[in-house]
């Protein structure tokens, strides 16, 4: 039997993290013939060529319902009634104690009649032109190809560390979807709901390739990491304490040149703009050190222009015109797959990233400690417990004084600690295992897991 060397991967256009979960599988991404694309192209259920207008409409309600209730949630009142009431929907139950949690809920019945009322079969007759293993980033299309008879094999990728009903399929005993988990939470999470042990493989979440390098060396996230820990550590208190362990696996030499260029903080927002305000709070609050050239800031707004216009607008209210694209770097690009390379290309020379608790959370397992902003949703605030137990990320205290905490962290070496402990114990080579087991017909699973 001859293996496949393409997958279909298929994402939705909602938010940035389900389309970001699976960008480092661009290489071997591909679509069907009648889409008469020429280069490799992760599919967007929700947008792609011919997609139906009774599809689309489905979709850009559950769109409009998601980014919406996410920016409004901030407005006093009826917006935190109307977010309160989305978390509710995605919930995610306590886990303990463990217990049947196989029940449907409402709202996964609702998607299932749907499904089988058409939603979702024209994609799926596209797709089935040349049936190659399917690698959803979203539960929906996973289920829409089984219900629609789909040929291939169906692989489900989860973004968060831990998950709601609602990604489990209606009967999940009877379902041939293969899980691919990015933490032994997950997994173990996805038994409780009842879907077979055989069919969920802990695959780890796949990081951008270009911040790791080699798989065999990790040449680049070690260099970056061993940079970065001096830009955290400059008065060695965390070296000192661990300086066995930093010799064990960065034993190589570090350009301590690097030392004297500005520390770099990436903020970056999340795709319903949520939390741009406190973006705003930490470039005023950070004015005299990137004056001082003391810290580079990157503000991420990905494919907002409005944001963009907003942070210039903020950069030239603070006279830091000189600096922009200097000091400051504001990071914008229509082109969603494009963005996603150009914050790729940020993160080996970024030194600490500042983010709500979204699917970037994964990303500590490059070596990077993260501040977290607020938690919106139910499954950023298991994320968020996540990140504690790892010891890889803390949350932010008032942004407004940033340039007084954020060099406290540093002096006490606590930053330095959380960049170790992510890069220790979360899993790196997620893209790695998932094309070995799609393509190649190996189970192959993260050796680093731990229980949280």
Known sequence: MQLPKQAYVVAVDMGYGHQRAVFPLIDIATTPPSFNCKLPQIISANDYPSIPPRDRFKWNVTRKIYEGVSRFQGFPFLGKKAFHLMSHIQKIPPFYPRRDLSKPTYSLNVIYDLIRGGFGKHLIDRLSEDPLPLICSFPIPAFAAEEHGYLGDI???????????????????????????????????????????????????????????????????????????????????????????MYIYLNSKTDTAQSDKPLTITYCIGGAGAQSDIGVQILESFKQSIIDDQIRLNLVVGTSESLRNKFNRAIDGLSLEPYLNKNIRVIYNPDKFEYFKEFNALLPETDILWTKPSELSFYVGLGLPIIMAPALGSQEEYNQSWLHMMGAGFEQYDPRYAHEWVFDWINSGWLAEAAMNGFLNASKHGADHIEDIVLHGKRTEIADVHFV
């Open 155 to 245: 692989y489900c990728l989860c973004t968060d560390t831990d998950i709601a009903r609602a990604w489990a399929p209606l009967e999940p005993s009877k379902s041939r979807i293969i899980y691919l988990a990015p933490t032994e939470r997950t997994r173990e999470r996805l038994k409780l709901y009842g879907v077979r042990s055989d069919n969920i493989i802990a695959s780890g979440f796949p990081l951008p390739k270009e911040a790791i390098g080699d798989p065999q060396t990790d040449d680049v996230m070690l260099a970056s990491l061993s940079r970065r820990l001096l830009k955290l550590d400059p008065r060695g208190v965390y070296s000192k304490k661990f300086r066995r362990l």
